[in-house]
């Protein structure tokens, strides 16, 4: 592989310049001090930067200060020789120059100086600077001053960009400031160095141009014959030359010195903006200037960066590469890089940012195009399956890429006279030739829609034509198997829609919003076209394939996509009387859910009475019901009056109401009267068992539609009292059976009872009165205890159940375990909204939240959204809920293991972490949830001491282990209420006649949840969390042993890490304290409990007693670092980063839910309930 090296060294640069940036070899180094060193060799690497902060230390590399100080003392002393053609000596006549050798224009340097040290500490104290200040404003700044600076050079381009002077010191003044350790003059002068390459690089252009024009000039002047040639006009050519090719030396000198000076050590910068400002810039010359940078000197750069690992960094590559690549002329010059990076180019079609896999995918399109043969096989092969990604973006990217490779050397369109001719026939059937054989073979997926959304941008013109796509599935002699019509068939059917609605399909991500007038306009075009085509096609289609259910189905939906509007207005009458001979012969014959749903849809879609034709349809719909009415009427007295049905007698009857039930979804059979008939089957089923499940099936749902539509009618118009008594009987008797079915032996029958079940008791639940539909109140039900505890126990048996573990997802038993999750989540989803409609008691949610950290995999989100809605509607009861499951998960397990070693086994801990995920549902909002924690701790404890060990006996209470449960929720209370506690549980323990010799393990866990040291979660009465880490005052050294001293005796007694001492960074003037109450109204911001001078006797009557000063009151002094040194973190960093992380999973879920009374005193004996304890 041959290796691309630089054209030139970075040590030839013009002598003024070369002073400038590499004197002393401290502004132009190897790698400055916010580059990373990167050899010139070849590499793939990832040019970026090694460290992650912009700014860098003042005290390495060069100083620019001095730097620049130096080089304009020595310009000052002596002009430089003019040694390469960088800058010339100023014309006689310069006013820069005086007669004296000093230099009048020339402002004084220690300003300059003092100006760029001002700018520097200022910079380096913010950290803004205008480009990357936000707002409008400033990205228009950063547009004019690019402007400028394209502006300067050329009102200079002809004057004094040649003078040396002016051109000199801009370039060694950005020169330095691109070598910057302050990120603003780093990033500001690359910017400037970079645009004014580029307008050099226009200049340069112009050179060339101009000696190219001069060279043909003096070429025609000369040979003239000796009679017609100017002597005086060949020397003035000659004589432009040379001032031409100075010129041109002069410009390739200043973008030489910009070049190794700038660019060459900030392409690498540590700041991805700048990396790619000079990435966009080298682009635009390669482009602009072909000749001479479009060589692979410069190219590899941009090799380099196509492995940065900043995105807008590789997408200015791209776009740079894409502009190179566009041009066939340019491609020739390109065939050494494209070997050298094509394997990068083709690996980021994968990349992880979809707008970089776009470019990627439309460069590897260009280089399809432009270079032929490049690309491989292998290389194509990895792109093909982006077709199929869920961004569209990407999608169509990759969709033209996939058209230009299979489709486009094989369907190309000639042009005639310069106008594109119509394709042939044989062209467009080869097009789906290749369509057909692109999908089936490659296997990519399952569904042709994406594959024909994908194409849609670039061939939709072919996916349009709708005359070739029926004329190949009519075709008699076709040589198309049956995947292959099935897929055709999906293809016509996904070009309609797209052409018809215009969106993609369903999980396919596009950034439009809508749709403009003109591409609306298409649309409808579109639509009228394809449904003048289709309607005569679609009955000789549907008879076609009337025999295949997977084929038929997908053209029964076509009907959705129609104007159906065109059926009068075009006088096309006779072939929907042909489609709805079809319809009935499609429906009569297939039972499937699939065919009968789209059948019993398209018939709605023309059931408007809006048409002309609606009549014609109502009769047919009529007649297909009545057929099939009969039909049922006639099997169910066989199957009422035998014993015994054989196989094909309980397939027709199944059949048959799978039929009914279908179209009963869509319209409204209520006059042919099938609630009785299916009743009566429905008792038989639940009275003998010996009606066959998959008849049983499609019954239930008849009667759920027939008591629905009834409902609809009552609803729209006033209904008498019998009516809706009628209705509620109906409803009743229905529920009952429903809740037999519960019980039934097949699992799918027991599933749909409850589905239905729930969705009726949803429905005639008292919701159906809100709206001012107040008269509706008799229907509204409430179940019986005994139906909720019989929903609650079907949860248990089917929906609470471990699963096997899933495979890699593709086999048959994967995909069948996915359907099955799915279904217990809809179950579960379903007996949620009862409880949250108030349909069940709300302490049945106790049988969910119990599961919640068990199947939190499976269930989680349903669990916890159905957690925030219980609590926003009551915080009290959702507390008490949670107590409630977790008393039952305790008393299960109680009475499966026994009391001994309860904590030590591993349903115990799956208990406690449930416990903690409780806790944290309580969000942030401490004070809001003061009173209902403190409840939960009370009720808790009445709970472990309930039931008493037996006489004689020294064992615990056998509920005494529910106490390391409840300490999980002891970081949410205040430190009074742990005081408080700790006396309830007290007194509680004294009730117990036996008293152990040491004490009961459960006790003291929950004990040293409720110490004062137990402070890492408390935070302040606003729900504000404490910083980890505070910065603290010095204190003095007698203070400071008082704490080291305290630390180790607690280290010893407790075995517990030292307690840090908090302070406060603030200071502020020694106020004495006026109760908790005010000091919460004066600084919010502050957590800790700051005490002065000693409580009024109003403030002192709120405690219960002496002792719980203690953990207040300093008897030290009254100084604001004592009062704070009794404050403590004695949590570890790792129980608290938890608490932390998991306690902002509820914290957007509780800024939904209704605040508490705010203001509230933290120590009012009357919120605590004080006389319980």
Request: overall charge negative.
């Amino acid at each position: 592989m041959p290796t691309l090296r630089s054209s030139s060294s970075p040590s030839r640069v013009s002598s003024p310049l070369r002073r400038t940036a590499g004197g002393g070899q401290r502004g132009f180094s190897a790698s400055s001090s916010s580059s990373v060193s990167v050899p010139y060799g070849d590499r793939d690497s990832d040019q970026a930067s090694q460290g992650d902060s912009d700014s860098l230390s003042a005290d390495e590399g060069s100083d620019f200060e001095e730097h620049l100080r130096r080089n304009v003392k020595k310009r000052a002393a002596k002009r430089p020789l003019k040694t390469t053609p960088v800058a010339k000596h100023p014309k006689k006549g310069s006013q820069m120059v005086c007669g004296h050798g000093q230099k009048d224009s020339e402002p004084p340097a220690v300003d300059l100086f003092d100006a760029v040290k001002a700018a520097k500490s200022d910079m380096q104290d913010s950290g803004d600077y205008p480009l990357t200040a936000p707002g409008p404003s400033w990205k228009k700044f950063q547009g004019s001053f690019c402007e400028f600076v394209k502006t300067l050079v050329y009102q200079c381009q002809y004057s004094l960009l040649y003078d040396g002077f002016p051109m000199d010191n801009l370039i060694s003044l950005l020169t330095g400031l691109s070598d910057s350790q302050v990120r603003a003059f780093r990033h500001t002068s690359t910017l400037a160095a970079m645009k004014l390459m580029t307008s050099l690089v226009r200049v340069a252009l112009q050179l060339s141009l101009h000696k190219d024009n001069n060279q043909r000039q003096y070429e025609a002047e000369r040979n003239k014959g000796p009679g017609q040639r100017a002597p005086e006009r060949l020397e003035s050519l000659l004589e432009k030359r040379k001032e031409l090719q100075e010129h041109q030396e002069e410009i390739e000198g200043m973008m030489n010195a910009l070049f190794r000076g700038v660019f060459v050590h900030r392409y690498r910068d540590v700041l991805p903006e700048i990396r790619a400002i000079c990435i966009e810039e080298i682009g635009s010359w390669m482009q602009s200037y072909s000749t001479s940078f479009l060589t692979d000197s410069y190219l590899k750069y941009i090799g380099w960066t196509l492995h940065d690992k900043h995105r807008e960094v590789r997408l200015k590559c791209l776009k740079a590469l894409k502009g190179l690549y566009s041009s066939q002329d340019l491609t020739a010059r390109l065939e050494l890089f494209t070997s050298r990076f094509k394997d990068r180019m083709v690996s980021m079609a994968m990349d992880r940012e979809y707008d970089v896999a776009v470019e990627a995918v439309k460069l590897l399109t260009l280089i399809l195009k432009n270079m032929e043969g490049v690309l491989t096989d292998a290389d194509c092969v990895g792109i093909y399956p982006v077709v199929y990604a869920s961004n569209r973006a990407l999608a169509s990217a990759a969709g033209e890429f996939l058209y230009w490779k299979l489709f486009y050397p094989e369907c190309e369109t000639r042009t005639v006279g310069g106008r594109e001719r119509r394709r042939s026939p044989r062209a467009q059937r080869t097009f789906f030739h290749l369509l057909l054989s692109f999908f089936v073979e490659s296997e990519l997926h399952d569904h042709a829609a994406y594959l024909v959304d994908s194409l849609w941008d670039c061939a939709g013109s072919q996916l349009k034509d709708w005359e070739s796509l029926t004329s190949l599935l009519l075709e008699k002699d076709q040589n198309l198997g049956d995947v292959q019509e099935s897929t055709l068939i999906e293809i016509l059917v996904s070009s309609v829609r797209q052409a018809s609605e215009g969106h993609p399909p369903v999980g396919r991500i596009t950034g439009r919003k809508g749709l403009t007038p003109k591409e609306r306009k298409i649309q409808a075009d579109d639509r009228v076209k394809l449904t003048e085509h289709l309607i005569p096609l679609l009955p000789q289609l549907l008879a076609k394939f009337s025999a295949d259910a997977e084929k038929v189905a997908p053209l029964l939906q076509l009907l959705k996509y129609f104007d159906l509007n065109i059926y009068c207005t075009r006088r096309l009458e006779k072939h929907l009387e042909l489609f709805l001979q079809q319809l009935q012969e499609v429906v009569v014959k297939h039972a499937e859910p699939a065919v009968l749903e789209a059948g019993a849809h398209a018939l709605y879609l023309l059931c408007n009475p809006e048409f002309t034709f609606f009549s014609r349809v109502d009769f047919a719909r009529s007649q297909l019901m009545d057929l099939l009415t009969d039909r049922f009427q006639q099997e169910l007295e066989e199957l009422l009056q035998s014993s015994f049905l054989d196989e094909d007698e309980v397939y027709s009857l199944a059949a048959t109401l799978k039929r009914l039930s279908a179209f009963y979804n869509a319209h409204d059979l209520s006059r042919w009267e099938l609630y009785e008939p299916c009743c009566r089957l429905l008792q038989k089923a639940v009275d003998t068992g010996e009606v066959p499940h998959q008849v049983i099936l499609p019954a239930l749902t008849l009667v759920y539609f027939s008591i629905l539509w009834t409902l609809t009618h009552l609803s729209g118009s006033g209904a008498s009292q019998k009516q809706l008594l009628s209705l509620k009987g109906r409803m009743v008797a229905f529920c009952e059976l429903c809740q037999s079915c519960l019980s039934d032996v097949d699992s799918e029958i027991q599933e749909q009872a409850f589905v239905l079940l729930s969705d009726l008791l949803l429905i005639f639940s008292p919701q159906m009165i809100v709206g001012g539909r107040d008269f509706l109140r008799p229907l509204v039900f409430f179940p019986e205890a005994t139906l909720q505890s019989e929903l609650a126990s079907f949860l248990m048996d089917h929906v609470f159940i471990q699963p096997g573990e899933l495979g890699s997802g593709h086999s048959q038993e994967d995909h069948l375990q996915i359907e099955q999750l799915h279904q217990r989540r809809r179950l579960l989803a379903g007996f949620c909204k009862l409880l949250l409609y108030g349909v069940l008691d709300m302490d049945a949610a106790s049988d969910v939240f119990k599961h919640y950290s068990k199947f939190y995999k499976d269930y989680g989100d349903i669990i916890k959204e159905t957690l925030t809605r219980v609590r926003q509607i009551d915080r009290s009861h959702c507390s008490q809920i949670l107590l409630l499951s977790l008393k039952q998960l305790y008393t299960e397990l109680l009475q499966e293991q026994g009391p001994q070693g309860l904590n030590e086994l591993p349903a115990f801990g799956e208990m406690r972490d449930l416990a903690r995920r409780f806790a944290l549902s309580f969000g942030p909002q401490q004070l809001q949830n003061r009173d209902l924690v403190v409840t939960l701790h009370k009720e808790g404890i009445k709970f472990s001491l309930s039931e008493p060990p037996p006489p004689g006996s020294s064992s615990q209470p056998p509920n005494l282990a529910f106490l390391e449960l409840l300490s999980e929720f002891s970081p949410r209370l205040f430190h009074q209420d742990k005081q408080l506690l700790l006396s309830y549980l007290e007194k509680c323990l004294q009730r117990i006649s036996q008293s152990p010799a040491c004490p009961w393990g459960p006790v003291t866990t929950y004990c040293h949840s409720l110490s004062p040291v137990e402070n890492t979660a408390e935070t302040s009465p606003q729900g504000c969390p404490r910083y980890k880490k505070r910065r603290t005052e010095g204190p003095s050294r007698r203070q400071r042993g008082d704490v080291s001293s305290s630390q180790e005796e607690s280290l010893q007694l407790n075995s517990i890490p030292p307690t840090p001492t908090l302070t406060s960074t603030a200071i502020k003037r020694r106020q004495p304290l006026r109760g908790l109450e005010e000091v919460e109204e004066e600084g919010r911001s502050e957590p800790e409990l700051t005490q002065g001078q000693p409580l009024s006797g109003n403030q002192r009557s709120r405690f219960s007693s002496p002792q719980h000063f203690q953990t207040l009151l300093n008897p030290s002094g009254p100084g604001l670092g004592n009062r704070l040194t009794r404050l403590s973190l004695m949590e570890e960093d790792e129980e608290e980063l938890e608490i932390h992380e998991l306690s902002e999973e509820w914290q957007e879920t509780d800024k939904h839910t209704s605040p508490s009374e705010h203001g509230l005193d933290l120590l009012d004996s009357t919120e605590l309930n004080l006389e319980d304890f």
